[in-house]
Structure formats: C-alpha cells, structure tokens
C-alpha cells in the first residue's frame, strides 16, 4: 500500500520560511514522479511545484517562482521549502506521486495516481 506522509506545516509571520516534508513508502514501483499541490478555502487544488522521476527536471507556479523549492532524496522522500511567505500561501499542502520513470514532470491533479492526507500552512500577515 502506497503512503504518503506530509510533516512540517505550522503557523508562520509573512515574510517566514517553512520546509514541508513528505516521506513516501510502499511503492513497488522505484521510479515516481512527484508533485506539491495546496488548496485554501474555497478554491480549488492547484498546483505549486513538481519535480521529475529521474534528471531533477522541476516546475513551479508562477505565485510561488523564486520563493519555492521543491526537491527530493534517495529515500524516496521530498520536500518544499518556502521562504517569503506571504498570507496567500495559506493554504492545506499536499504531496503526490505517479509511478513513472524519466525525465518528465507532471503539473496536473489528475497525472498523479497517491496522495497524501495534507498539512496545513498559515501565513498570518
């Protein structure tokens, strides 16, 4: 059974940093892609920043550009760390995962087969 596991969420000041984690397990599959994806309240789940299987090819929205990074480790984990936070940020984060291999990355909900149960963000301004 695939998990996916976010950690690192919290209540931070505009302008503050916070790096998520999201540790994955049970995939029999070794090679996946992976995706951060966060919906606020009342909007839709959209996309923030997603990394290739193999290359580290990434892709990031264009809110979150140059504040995001989004990377991952031979654990099979991955993570975002967010700096210059601003109240718009505020939102329940998720990790994704498809089973791929290459240097290709998915930037769509619907590409991405697991999904983690989500930490929550709080910029306050």
């Known amino acids: 059974e695939v998990q996916l596991v976010e950690s690192g969420g919290g209540l931070v000041q505009a302008g503050g940093s916070l790096t998520l984690s999201c540790a994955a397990s049970?995939?029999?599959?070794?090679?996946?892609?992976l995706g951060w994806f966060r919906q606020a309240p009342g909007k839709e789940r959209e996309g923030v920043a997603c990394?290739?299987?193999?290359?580290?090819?990434t892709h990031y929205a264009d809110s979150v550009k140059g504040r995001f990074t989004i990377s991952r480790d031979n654990a099979k984990n991955t993570y975002l760390q967010m700096n210059s936070l601003k109240p718009e940020d505020t939102a329940v984060y998720y990790c994704?995962?498809?089973?791929?291999?290459?240097?290709?990355?998915?930037?769509?909900?619907?590409?991405?087969?697991?999904w983690g149960q989500g930490t929550q963000v709080t910029v306050s301004s």
């Open positions: 994704a995962a498809r089973a791929t291999s290459g240097s290709y990355y998915y930037t769509t909900l619907n590409e991405y087969d697991d």
């Open positions: 049970g995939f029999g599959f070794d090679d996946y892609a």
């Open positions: 990394i290739s299987s193999t290359s580290g090819n």
